[in-house]
């Protein structure tokens, strides 16, 4: 008989786990390493990281925070860069405005740390080659993020149907997401795969292997486009990076139910040279973007992961994302 589960993959005992009375001491015998962590030891590695996934207001719906205030926190953080996600629309224009703003902050000597300040174009109302164009041409423009709640593998997930399509029903990559892909080759974007299956996630990351695009699974240990560990290393073989964000690491009223530890898990399983460390913060019931990134941090720390692997993760994979290693 099969193991009931939570969600894909989470079972009923491990909730039951996760949830003992003596989970809290077992996570310390089992990880020594918790017991070194303070506030602040996430400083060194913070210098020079890239958070390329956070949400800010404006936008849709209310954030915690705003992208000014979240840039001046991740220039106080010494960061290298900080990059603004939108579901629907195009962040470039603000994320100049933010640019100007810190610069003009170092300039008066309010800040002694220039962060650069990204932005990106979500694809909710599809996949539009024509819009895509026109937003590249914008400055500060660095990712291209594919459908996400109007993807089909979403709704596919959620027992609907309907969504953007990127592929056809022969499994072949369609002609506007397949140039969608080279514009990003040939503008040095990175492109986020957004909520969709592996379904179409498979042969969209063949083809962006065909044609050297960089992309990035989106927080695949979310429920919303959870994936397994194996079909997470498929795609990483095939070069595309894998998402490990604070979410769904950190406790989460928007994720109540989830495995900490498989983030970790997926990290070793992986390995650092596959993975990008993001937040996926400014939610506004959550915490504040860098905030976020400082816990993620000190739990990867704590347990286990070398710091050699989060500097790697944190700061040289989003700038090989990026296309900022050139």
Same mark, same amino acid.
């Not at 809290?24 to 017991?35: A, C, D, H, V």
């Not at 602040?40 to 000014?68: S, T």
């Not at 996600?85 to 309010?110: M, P, S, W």
């Not at 390995?271 to 996926?280: F, K």
């Given at each position: 008989?099969?193991?009931?589960?939570?969600?894909?993959?989470?079972?009923?005992?491990?909730?039951?786990?996760?949830?003992?009375k003596?989970?809290?001491?077992?996570?310390?015998?089992?990880?020594?390493?918790?017991?070194?962590?303070?506030?602040?030891?996430?400083?060194?590695?913070?210098?020079?990281?890239?958070?390329?996934?956070?949400?800010?207001?404006?936008?849709?719906?209310?954030r915690?925070?705003?992208?000014?205030?979240?840039?001046?926190?991740?220039?106080?953080?010494?960061?290298?860069?900080?990059?603004?996600?939108?579901?629907?629309?195009?962040?470039?224009?603000?994320a100049?405005l933010?640019?100007?703003?810190?610069?003009?902050?170092?300039?008066?000597?309010?800040?002694?740390?220039?962060?650069?300040?990204?932005?990106?174009?979500?694809?909710?109302?599809?996949?539009?080659?024509?819009?895509?164009?026109?937003?590249?041409?914008?400055?500060?423009?660095?990712?291209?993020?594919?459908?996400?709640?109007?993807?089909v593998?979403?709704?596919?997930?959620?027992?609907?149907?309907? /969504? %953007? @399509?990127?592929? +056809?029903?022969?499994?072949?990559?369609?002609?506007?997401?397949? !140039?969608? $892909?080279? &514009?990003?080759?040939?503008?040095?974007?990175?492109?986020?795969?957004?909520?969709?299956?592996?379904?179409?996630?498979?042969?969209?990351?063949?083809?962006?292997?065909?044609?050297?695009?960089?992309?990035?699974?989106?927080?695949?240990?979310?429920?919303?486009?959870?994936?397994?560990?194996?079909?997470?290393?498929?795609?990483?073989?095939?070069g595309?990076?894998?998402?490990?964000?604070?979410?769904?690491?950190?406790?989460?009223?928007?994720?109540?139910?989830?495995?900490?530890?498989?983030?970790?898990?997926?990290?070793?399983?992986?390995?650092?040279?596959?993975?990008?460390?993001?937040?996926?913060?400014?939610?506004?019931?959550?915490?504040?973007?860098?905030?976020?990134?400082?816990?993620?941090?000190?739990?990867?720390?704590?347990? /286990? %992961? @070398?710091?050699? +692997?989060?500097?790697?993760?944190f700061?040289?994979?989003?700038? !090989?994302? $990026?296309? &900022?290693?050139?």
């Amino acid at each position: 008989m099969a193991e009931e589960k939570v969600g894909r993959v989470l079972t009923f005992d491990r909730v039951k786990q996760l949830n003992a009375k003596d989970w809290f001491y077992q996570i310390l015998k089992l990880n020594p390493e918790l017991k070194k962590v303070y506030p602040g030891i996430e400083n060194e590695i913070l210098e020079g990281a890239i958070d390329h996934h956070i949400h800010a207001y404006p936008d849709f719906v209310y954030r915690c925070q705003d992208m000014v205030e979240s840039a001046i926190d991740a220039a106080e953080a010494k960061m290298r860069g900080v990059g603004y996600k939108d579901h629907f629309f195009n962040t470039g224009q603000a994320a100049y405005l933010t640019q100007r703003h810190i610069d003009h902050l170092v300039e008066t000597g309010v800040l002694e740390h220039r962060v650069e300040v990204y932005g990106g174009i979500g694809l909710n109302f599809g996949m539009n080659v024509e819009m895509v164009e026109t937003a590249l041409q914008y400055p500060n423009m660095k990712v291209i993020w594919f459908p996400t709640f109007k993807a089909v593998g979403y709704y596919r997930n959620i027992g609907q149907s309907g /969504g %953007i @399509p990127l592929i +056809d029903d022969n499994d072949k990559v369609l002609p506007e997401v397949e !140039k969608i $892909l080279e &514009l990003s080759v040939e503008r040095k974007v990175g492109v986020g795969l957004g909520h969709t299956d592996f379904k179409e996630l498979y042969p969209v990351a063949k083809k962006a292997k065909e044609i050297g695009a960089r992309t990035v699974l989106d927080h695949p240990l979310l429920e919303l486009n959870k994936l397994t560990f194996e079909e997470m290393k498929e795609l990483a073989d095939l070069g595309v990076y894998v998402g490990t964000y604070c979410q769904p690491m950190i406790p989460s009223i928007y994720q109540p139910v989830a495995d900490p530890m498989e983030t970790v898990e997926l990290i070793k399983y992986i390995g650092a040279d596959r993975c990008i460390i993001g937040g996926d913060f400014g939610q506004v019931l959550h915490i504040k973007s860098i905030e976020g990134d400082r816990i993620f941090v000190r739990a990867l720390l704590g347990f /286990g %992961i @070398p710091k050699e +692997d989060i500097i790697k993760m944190f700061r040289n994979n989003p700038a !090989k994302l $990026l296309w &900022l290693d050139e």
